[in-house]
């Protein structure tokens, strides 16, 4: 399976975006706290280059909390602000407004010496496909924002949600496009749901998280499949046996008592990508420091 996307409008997302990096002083940038890495947009550190930068690990309710913390660390060491957060839930959203004081602190210095005292912080919030943009927006930003509406020299058709007295955000659709660098982003960017399913092989994706849990989180296999450790045979065997465990005691078979290895692929992706297993990171910073 070759997972490939392709992103006709590329170039002029790009533009866009560097106009209205004019407007504002801190990019939020949302990623995805099961795999922080590999749901980032890979252009985006050379375009954000001068500005305050804040990762908000999102969904952090379905990454493992050892692994999120390690993650939020990993992003500090590299410069950035790090707010672990539930979109969904509203977890972590309320310690945002404080450290984006701390992250634009020297702006807000600035102006104070000139003499400009609570003009707000202007953020644009971004993130690749999926990641909880729009859940995120309608939980921090809520139904009490106000839009500003356009203002005199901003280019025509930019919308400032104000937030309160010191954060505006720019409102634009900030859709980004993912990392394409190799099979394993692609991968992993399947397994939670942000790329069509219509263009994926289920039955092979399966396997491939299969082969992952197997190696990462084998407990949860035992504990929800009855798969357990130390099957003989070739990998292909084993993961064979694995995924007809999971067809076994998920009672998923066709007439004559064949197993469904189709519907079984799908309920274990699904199980994955709505909780169900549990909260599993799939990528870890140490692997990123040696790639
Ligand atoms: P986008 O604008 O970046 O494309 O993403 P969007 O907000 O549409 O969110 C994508 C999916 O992720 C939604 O699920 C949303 O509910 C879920 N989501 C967003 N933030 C969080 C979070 O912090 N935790 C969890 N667990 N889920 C989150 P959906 O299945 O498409 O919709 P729904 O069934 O939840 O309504």
Excluded at 164 to 183: A, H, M, V, Y
């Amino acid at each position: 399976m070759n997972i490939q996307w392709y992103p006709g409008h590329m170039t002029k997302a790009k533009r866009a975006m560097q106009e209205d990096l004019k407007l504002i002083d801190l990019i939020i940038e949302i990623v995805d706290a099961r795999i922080p890495y590999s749901s980032r947009n890979p252009d985006i550190d050379e375009l954000g280059k001068n500005k305050a930068r804040l990762i908000l690990l999102n969904k952090s309710d379905l990454a493992s909390e050892t692994w999120n913390e390690a993650w939020a660390k990993w992003f500090l060491q590299q410069g950035f602000y790090v707010v672990k957060v539930n979109s969904k839930s509203g977890a972590g959203l309320k310690q945002i407004h404080s450290v984006v004081q701390e992250a634009c602190k020297e702006k807000i210095e600035r102006d104070r010496k000139r003499g400009i005292i609570n003009r707000p912080v202007r953020a644009m919030v971004v993130g690749i496909p999926n990641v909880g943009k729009s859940t995120f927006i309608n939980s921090f930003a809520g139904k009490a924002c106000t839009k500003t509406g356009n203002k005199p020299g901003v280019t025509k058709g930019n919308q400032w949600i104000r937030l309160n007295k010191s954060l505006e955000l720019l409102d634009t659709p900030g859709i980004l496009w993912p990392r394409f660098e190799n099979q394993e982003v692609g991968k992993r960017l399947a397994f939670i749901g942000s790329i069509n399913d219509e263009i994926l092989n289920k039955e092979e994706l399966a396997l491939d998280l299969l082969k992952f849990m197997m190696a990462q989180y084998p407990q949860v296999l035992k504990e929800r499949y009855g798969i357990l450790e130390g099957s003989e045979g070739t990998q292909e065997q084993v993961l064979a046996k694995g995924m007809e465990q999971i067809a076994k005691s998920r009672q998923c078979l066709l007439k004559g008592n064949e197993y469904d290895y189709k519907k079984a692929a799908n309920l274990f992706i699904d199980d994955y990508r709505s909780g169900r297993l549990g909260r599993i990171t799939l990528e870890f910073p140490k692997e990123k420091d040696e790639a």
